[in-house]
Each structure stands twice: as C-alpha cells, then as structure tokens.
C-alpha cells in the first residue's frame, strides 16, 4: 500500500488561511486521483469535507463552507487542502485518501491543525 | 437523511470472537458500497476494505485481508465487521462509512457511523 505523507501539525491564525499537504510517492501521479480530505474533532467520527481531481471535477461534502477547497501542485505530487478565513471550529485533524491501483482505499497519516 | 448506526461498546478478551453492526437508513443501501475504518488509540484513520450489499462483492487492504471478514445482510439494510479471534491489538474505534459513488468502490466515504469502541483486554 502507498504511503501518503501528511505533515504532523500545522498551525495559522484565525482569519488566516491554511494550507495542509498530502504528498503522494513518486510511483503514483497525483494529477491521476482524485483526492478525498476528512476533518475529525476530537471525540466525533470524521467528517467529509470534499474532494477534488481538477478545477473542472472536484466536489464538495454536504453542508460544507466553500472557504474549505482542494487543489494539487504536481510539481510536487502533492495534493492541498486550503482552508481560508480559518475559525477556531476549523481546529481538527485533517486526512487525506485516495484509491490507488491495488483495488482498496488508503488514507494519510494526518495533520493536527491548531487556530493560535 | 443517510444515516448509518452502529452497534454499541465491546469489550471482550484475546481469543474471543466478534461481530459488530452497522445499519444504512435514509437512502438505498443496495447501491452505495460500505466501508470499514479503523482508528487505534490516539492514532490516524486506516481504511480496512469495502463491501457492495447488493451482491456481498468485497474488497479488503492488505494488512486486513485474512485478519478480518466484512459481510452484509441486505435484507436488514446492515454491514458487518467480524473477527474469529480478537488480539489485544484489535482494541480501537472502528467506523463503518457510506462510498461516495453509486455502484463503485472508487471512492471516499461521504457519511459516517457514530464508530464502534472495541477493547479486546484479559
């Protein structure tokens, strides 16, 4: 199973943006997935926030604020969750997914966001 | 409203065996795959493997296959997450998951059960 790699912590202010990575291994091409991002509170069960391909096929979880928004940088085979004008309800943790080439699921090993 | 419910608390000693629920509500569960999600204490998500209740199809992650069986009954619109012998590792939070595509594995997971806590301890 591939591993995605997810910074540990990140931190940003309130009315900031945050920007949270998840890089792919060089054997997967990350403009190929779609990646799929998940914010868990503490005590509650992971919460769908979105996913996105490209800027023409991305989507969005029910219920969602649009300041939550996915993009890539293959450059870096990575791909981002923006979170813009970030609250102190946006404090979770963060994981990203995808559905690689071996006929099941992986998940990355997750960022703690802390609002300073 | 989707809803998926799971069975409640388990504790139970190695050796034991062990089958959990969760049942799908709200939309057509014959046509959404369900997934199961493990989270071990104080650690990340890990996807497990997935299961279409419309024809039992299955698809399991290597480091489950063979350590656990997925199963549904369609009848009682609910998934299954069964061990034949629980490890004392096996203790942590699991979650059953809706995919977010019709009729295909490929995919994330839109809506979330609750989560089932599984202590496996002597």
């Known amino acids: 199973q591939p591993v995605l790699t997810q910074p540990p912590s990140s931190s940003a202010s309130p009315g900031e943006s945050a920007r949270l990575t998840c890089t792919l291994p060089?054997?997967?091409?990350?403009?190929?997935?779609?990646i799929y991002w998940y914010q868990q509170k503490p005590g509650s069960p992971p919460r769908y926030l979105l996913y996105?391909?490209?800027?023409?096929?991305?989507?969005?979880g029910s219920g969602v604020p649009s300041r939550f928004s996915g993009s890539k940088d293959a450059s870096a085979n990575t791909g981002i969750l923006l979170i813009s004008g970030l609250q102190s309800e946006d404090e979770a943790d963060y994981y990203c997914?995808?559905?690689?080439?071996?006929?099941?699921?992986?998940f990355g090993g997750g960022t703690k966001l802390t609002v300073l | 409203e989707v809803q998926l419910v799971q069975s409640g608390t388990e504790v139970k000693k190695p050796g034991e065996s062990l089958k959990i629920s969760c049942k799908g509500s709200?939309?057509?569960?014959?046509?959404?795959?369900i997934g199961w999600v493990r989270q071990m204490p104080g650690k990340g998500l890990e996807w497990m493997g997935i299961?279409?209740?419309?024809?039992?199809?299955?698809k399991y992650s290597p480091s489950f296959q063979g350590q656990v069986t997925i199963s549904a009954d369609k009848s009682v619109n609910t998934a299954y997450l069964q061990w034949g012998s629980l490890k004392a590792s096996d203790t942590a939070m699991y979650y059953c998951?809706?995919?977010?595509?019709?009729?295909?594995?490929?995919?994330?997971?839109?809506?979330w059960g609750q989560g089932t806590l599984v202590t496996a301890s002597s």
């Open positions: 709200g939309y057509s569960f014959t046509t959404y795959w």
């Open positions: 060089s054997d997967i091409n990350v403009v190929t997935y779609n």
């Open positions: 996105y391909y490209s800027d023409s096929d991305k989507g969005q």
């Open positions: 998951a809706r995919g977010t595509n019709a009729w295909s594995p490929e995919g994330g997971f839109d809506y």
């Open positions: 997914m995808i559905w690689p080439s071996h006929a099941s699921g992986v």
């Open positions: 299961i279409y209740p419309g024809d039992s199809d299955t």
